[in-house]
């Protein structure tokens, strides 16, 4: 883009297939000249119908898609997650590294994308302070809660421009979180204000380094849902999004509005990629609607 990160970053040039040393007027003249160019090409490509969809995103998720309810198969993961801690509650996990800090984080992480879905990025870089002052953080009411600015989202130029996000965590997560917090985070050992840190000593879950944007939650949710929910080749942090959007709107048809708030995105954006599910949920829900008023007719 050429407003973007990339245009504003001349020292780039080194990296080119030929590298230049070219100073920031040359660099955003070749940026908007590669730019047109590459439009040029893909507008070419898509008119002789050579441009093809890759991978299906949903190919993983797709049995998890067609439940009733879809949300249950991340309930079912945690579940199993909380099951295998429980296992081994008196004794060290049977895994390398920091196995059960690293654990009890990662179940954290599900429960909280599951009630507040949010994009890889904002786990990463949601902070927390002893003076409340993060992006987690406690309200006078002693509820947990979530709170964003709008340059924190990947979106803030669209669906979250001008729209501070700041909403409460399920009470019944309170005392986890708190238990996280206190027993489990220190654990890690790492300095800052991340809520969540990766381990120093690599173990048996690869990770990154968060300070240089590594996906280490994206790698982490592969790994932890190919091996904790059954018959799953392990999916993304995106597809818990999917998922959880998937079973409002299914059991909710009309309810397009609510989805948009719970993924933080525009009412056009969740119409765009959900409609395929008004139509035949829709007539579901209906045929309920309808088998509960023939009852009650049949039986006045």
Not at 159 to 174: I, T
Not at 180 to 200: C, H, I
Not at 250 to 260: D, Q, T, Y
Request: with cysteine.
């Amino acid at each position: 883009y050429t407003k973007g990160w990339l245009y504003q970053q001349p020292r780039f040039a080194l990296k080119l297939y030929s590298p230049s040393a070219m100073s920031e007027e040359a660099w955003k003249a070749w940026c908007t000249e590669t730019r047109t160019y590459l439009g040029g090409v893909l507008k070419d490509l898509k008119k002789d119908n050579l441009v093809k969809k890759g991978r299906d995103t949903e190919e993983p998720i797709k049995d998890i898609l067609e439940r009733d309810h879809p949300i249950t198969a991340l309930l079912e993961l945690v579940e199993e997650m909380e099951r295998y801690l429980k296992k081994y509650e008196f004794q060290p996990l049977t895994m390398t590294g920091m196995g059960k800090a690293v654990l009890q984080r990662d179940i954290l992480i599900f429960k909280i994308l599951t009630v507040q879905p949010h994009r890889a990025r904002m786990m990463k870089i949601m902070k927390w302070t002893k003076e409340n002052t993060g992006n987690l953080y406690k309200r006078s009411n002693g509820v947990w809660a979530i709170r964003f600015a709008p340059e924190d989202f990947k979106n803030e130029k669209g669906a979250a421009k001008d729209r501070d996000y700041d909403v409460e965590l399920p009470k019944a997560l309170g005392p986890e979180i708190e238990n996280y917090l206190t027993n489990v985070r220190p654990k890690f050992d790492r300095p800052g204000d991340y809520v969540f840190f990766t381990q120093k000593k690599r173990g048996h879950v690869k990770e990154g380094r968060e300070t240089q944007g590594g996906k280490w939650i994206n790698v982490m949710i592969r790994y932890r849902s190919r091996c904790f929910l059954k018959g799953c080749i392990g999916f993304g942090p995106h597809a818990i999004r999917h998922i959880v959007a998937t079973d409002y709107i299914k059991n909710n048809p009309e309810s397009f509005m609510v989805a948009a708030h719970i993924l933080h995105d525009k009412l056009e954006t969740v119409i765009k990629n959900y409609a395929h599910l008004k139509a035949a949920d829709g007539h579901k829900v209906f045929q309920q609607y309808l088998d509960k008023i023939t009852l009650e007719w049949r039986k006045a």
